[in-house]
């Protein structure tokens, strides 16, 4: 059988980097190909390259027994090529149907007919639940995906790309995911799947190629292996495990947020509907669910992104703090940790040393001047501290790999000392090395005795460093309880809404 993609010796320099060397890979019809790396490794310019969207500087692409060139993703699009990206591509203006016409060719569009009915369609065949006249700004980042992966439904893909599909969706829609993928596979449709999540790997890969440095390192079959001899391959030995912390009882209440209502500010947003909790010092509060439940508007409320008044609704050690700028709340010791890591953690274009001032400007402005040389060494403190790939304080956001963004932003928040530290998925894109690093600077702000809210949907890291858990659906938020008096069971209920009809007296209730 002839080979649906064939690499061969893709090469790509950026100033500084060489990002792919020399990098060989096939993949059959119906392959299920892992890409696999620590961060910084190459798999996102590498497949990048397959999509047209990254120039190789040498190297041949094969696709189905002749040679291409793919100059442009529209190029891709036309061979059967779709794409998922990490940093996803739609115009926030635009509905999902309309985002999804952009990509399609007046022939593709002739031979649907009707699109909105299509994406219905097809929403219901895979269970994406994508609605086709939402606009895209009013959509989570889980829900994005969605549309991201629909858009590559629509055509018929060959090749479908998958740049750390599973991060932001819940066990039960990557189940979803995976059953999608594997109809595809059965279909003849090859996937290339970037993951960190390698009992993924394990579970649905046919082939895993391992990437270091820009080169291929390893390739395996990854039913054969273990996640932790795969983390090997990728990392090297792991000193430590990334298991078995003790769980805390926290000490004095630091944080509340108090019969909190609001209704969504966006048309398909979600409204929050009598939230209450408290977070204390010294403790992790986890809050899983499904993205567009609510987390969102309620990480925007708590930062003040959200510039509604709710003064007595959010309560910093006895201090009414819902009027007050983002900036007066950080001033008062807050820190966040957006989902959205490029354009709402950092600034895509500022260097990361402006990134640091833009959270840590407070010490680092003296009579009214920017201290550069303090914040400069400060910020390369942060890259060597979070081991992060890159080449200088002075480096773009932008041009960080995911995973190497990540770490910055987890560890310049961390850095601040915050007394309340809110984040969402702080691990996102992030390899097994470097999960582990962030998980136990999480742990060690906790110990220090700070509070921390926990918003993932990745369930078995809240179980792993959540002290006390709840779940948001709809607005409502579950009973808070003891992490190691619930299940994955209890929480994954909790998560599809079971306790608001069950509960229907219940207040919030704290633990
Ligand atoms: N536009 C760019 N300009 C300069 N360097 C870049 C650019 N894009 C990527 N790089 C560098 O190329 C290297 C490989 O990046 P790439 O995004 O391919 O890694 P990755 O394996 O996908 O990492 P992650 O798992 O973190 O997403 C990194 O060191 C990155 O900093």
Redesign the pocket.
């Known amino acids: 059988m002839v080979s649906r993609l064939e690499l061969v010796s893709i090469t790509k320099q ?2 500084g ?1 060489l ?1 792919n060397d020399d990098i060989s890979i096939s993949l059959m019809p119906g392959e299920i190909h892992a890409l696999l ?1 620590e ?8 497949v990048k390259t397959i999509y047209g969207v990254v120039s190789p500087d040498k190297g041949d692409i094969i696709w189905d027994g002749r040679e291409v060139s793919i100059k442009s993703p529209s190029i891709a699009r036309d061979l059967g090529i779709g794409m998922v990206f ?1 940093h996803f591509s739609l115009f926030e203006t635009l509905t999902v149907s309309q985002n999804i016409e952009l990509c399609l060719s007046k022939t593709q569009l002739n031979a649907i007919g009707n699109l909105a009915e299509r994406i219905v369609q097809l929403s219901k065949e895979y269970g994406l639940n994508v609605n086709p006249d939402r606009y895209v700004h009013s959509l989570s980042i889980g829900e994005r995906q969605r549309v991201e992966i629909m858009r590559c439904l629509v055509q018929s893909v060959k090749l479908l790309i998958l740049d750390e599909p599973t991060s932001v969706l819940t066990p039960q829609e990557v189940a979803g995911l995976f059953d999608v993928l594997r109809t595809l596979s059965k279909e003849g449709c090859s996937i290339l799947f ?1 993951s ?1 999540k390698l009992h993924e790997v394990t579970e649905i890969c046919h082939k895993a190629t391992i ?1 270091r440095g820009g080169r291929v390192v390893e390739t395996c079959v990854p039913q054969e292996e273990t996640p932790a001899s795969i983390a090997k391959m990728m990392v090297g030995d792991l000193a430590e495990q990334d298991a078995g912390y003790a769980k805390k009882i926290g000490t004095k209440s630091l944080f509340n947020v108090n019969c909190l209502s609001l209704p969504a500010k966006q048309p398909f947003g979600t409204s929050l509907k009598d939230i209450s909790f408290e977070l204390k010092s010294g403790e992790i509060l986890g809050i899983a669910g499904v993205a567009g439940n609510g987390q969102d508007e309620l990480m925007a409320i708590i930062s003040g992104e959200d510039e509604r008044d709710v003064k007595n609704s959010l309560i910093l050690e006895d201090k009414a703090i819902g009027h007050l700028h983002a900036g007066d709340r950080r001033k008062l010791g807050m820190a966040y940790v957006p989902e959205e890591r490029l354009g709402r953690g950092a600034v895509p274009d500022m260097s990361l040393t402006e990134n640091t001032l833009l959270t840590h400007s407070d010490g680092f402005i003296k009579k009214g001047l920017v201290d550069w040389p303090s914040i400069q060494k400060y910020t390369e403190t942060l890259i060597a501290k979070y081991k992060v ?2 080449h200088g304080e002075f480096s773009e956001a932008k ?6 963004l990540q770490k910055f932003i987890m560890g310049r928040e961390i850095g601040q000392n915050p007394k309340v530290l809110i984040c969402a998925h702080p691990t996102w ?1 992030v ?1 097994v090395g470097a999960a582990l690093a962030i998980h136990q600077a999480l742990l060690a702000l906790r110990d220090q005795g700070a509070a921390i809210l926990l918003i993932s949907e990745d369930i078995d890291e809240l179980f792993l460093l959540a002290d006390r858990m709840a779940a948001v659906c709809d607005g409502h938020l579950s009973p808070v309880v003891k992490t190691e008096s619930t299940n994955i069971d209890q929480i994954g209920q909790w998560m599809a809404g079971t306790f608001i009809n069950s509960n229907n007296d219940f207040k919030g209730a704290k633990s």
Do not use: E, F, M
């Open positions: 950026y100033p980097c990002a790396g961060n910084g490794a190459g798999k996102s310019t590498l990490q970037i960190h990437l790939k890159c041009s960080l790999s995911g995973g190497n894109g390899d």
